[in-house]
């Protein structure tokens, strides 16, 4: 008789703890992808500064890790932080709106 306490008890913790597991991921964000054609880039320090312009939206600019984008290109990226009045020692020129972005894919144009 015990060992079916025994069995019913650990059946009972694998299946609290896969409820578990399961509200977790549930509650894990998901970052939307955004995308656009590139305006233009700036090389400055570490990062590359692409604008970008959405189909339907007017250019603005997200700066990414050393990235080899062309004007022309197709970019895809994540949005980390935005922030206002960035000024970049690099390039010694400030953003009005600055949108840091992560897991930069690009398309070349052809």
Do not use: C
């Not at 390039?91 to 930069?104: R, T």
């Amino acid at each position: 008789m015990k060992n079916i306490y025994k069995y019913a008890l650990i059946s009972l913790l694998l299946v609290l703890n896969l409820e578990a597991q399961t509200s977790e991921n549930k509650t894990a964000v998901i970052k939307p992808f955004y995308q656009g054609e590139v305006v233009s880039v700036k090389q400055g320090g570490s990062y590359t500064y692409i604008e970008v312009k959405e189909k339907t939206h007017k250019p603005f600019w997200i700066a990414t890790s050393g990235a080899d984008v062309k004007k022309g290109d197709f970019v895809r990226f994540q949005k980390e932080i935005v922030v206002k009045n960035f000024k970049s020692k690099a390039l010694n020129e400030v953003f009005k709106e600055l949108l840091f972005a992560s897991n930069l894919q690009y398309r070349v144009k052809e």
